[in-house]
């Protein structure tokens, strides 16, 4: 993977590289407003891109990295492409094998660059994570993503939203140890214990939610929801100065603040450009604002900054 990529790369357990900053569709719908991200986070230097079989848009995001990587001369090895599988009730495995066929048809590549077990059980059920039957299925899925891996149709294998007891039952059965653990992560939820089991593992912590979009959702004081759906921190802070508020992007503080905790995510913003053309990886004048620091202290991260920099 190029050295320029935007915020640079990190090498996972196995040896591959991973893009720092990446942008996540879950929520971006249709084919123009696929096309449209797409387009403006290439251009401005992301090289992730992270779908699941759960978010129907693998296939636009295919049609879209198809015809922006042609255009601007971007080569597939350049790319990191991230899709996940679910963990269903029954034939776990069978249904993880044809998930990444499909994913594989719908992204229009011959290999995908990660793939994550979306949830450590079926989404649908309700069913309590201990029973067995979701145990056996995490095994299965699990067991069939390491058999693709190895097939090379799959690079790096990971897991999402699982908590240290899916980890801890995971390390107990697998051949590869995840690369990644993708959950969510922000101001008010911090998971501490969960980022030390994973770096303690050699597992990477990739984050979404920076902005506080799952936990608080509409109701939480301090969110407002946007036409694409992204959420932006508007009262976190109290007691700032009324013109310290306004003077900073909303989500940039958050951004910053998750940056400040050695954190590295995965961004789905409506406004790629505007947002990093004032923060980029290493802005050491951002992570140093009072603002940022205000928020590190009232939510129990202090910032690493000297660490992150010299690790970016």
């Known amino acids: ?78 790319v990191f492409i991230t899709t996940k599988v679910q963990t269903k009730d ?51 899925v699990w067991q069939k993503l390491e058999e693709l891996k190895e097939r090379g149709l799959i690079k790096s294998i990971g897991v999402s939203n699982y908590e240290v ?9 697998a051949k590869h140890i995840p690369t990644v653990n993708q959950f969510e992560f922000h101001p008010y939820f911090t998971r501490q214990t969960l ?43 109290e007691g700032l100065r009324s013109s310290e508020l306004r003077r900073r992007s909303k989500i940039r503080d958050a951004v910053a603040w998750a940056k400040s905790s050695k954190i590295r995510s995965r961004f789905k913003f409506f406004r790629i450009l505007q947002a990093f053309s004032s923060l980029l990886w290493g802005n050491k004048e951002i992570l140093n604002e009072p603002v940022v620091q205000q928020l590190s202290n009232k939510f129990g991260v202090t910032p690493q900054v000297s660490e992150m920099l010299s690790s970016a």
């Open 1 to 78: 993977m190029s050295s320029d990529v935007l915020g640079g790369t990190k090498k996972l357990n196995d040896g591959n590289e991973i893009p720092m900053i990446g942008l996540g569709i879950s929520r971006i719908v249709g084919q123009e407003s696929v096309d449209t991200s797409v387009s403006a986070a290439l251009e401005a230097g992301y090289r992730l891109f992270d779908t699941a079989e759960l978010y129907a848009n693998e296939a636009e995001l295919g049609a879209a990295l198809e015809t922006h990587m042609t255009r601007l001369g971007i080569k597939r090895p350049e």
């Open 90 to 140: 029954g034939d776990a495995a069978n249904w993880a094998e044809r998930s990444v066929m499909e994913s594989l048809d719908k992204l229009r590549i011959e290999y995908i660059d990660l793939v994550l077990v979306h949830f450590p059980r079926d989404r649908y059920t309700g069913d309590d994570d201990a029973f067995e039957v979701n145990k056996q299925g995490r095994k299965d």
């Open 165 to 173: 007891y899916h980890l801890v039952e995971l390390l107990e059965y």
């Open 195 to 237: 980022v030390h089991y994973c770096e303690q593992n050699g597992i990477f912590v990739q984050v979404r939610s920076v902005s506080l979009f799952y936990r608080l959702g509409q109701e939480a004081r301090g969110i407002e929801r946007t036409m694409l759906g992204v959420t932006r921190l508007t009262q976190v802070r």
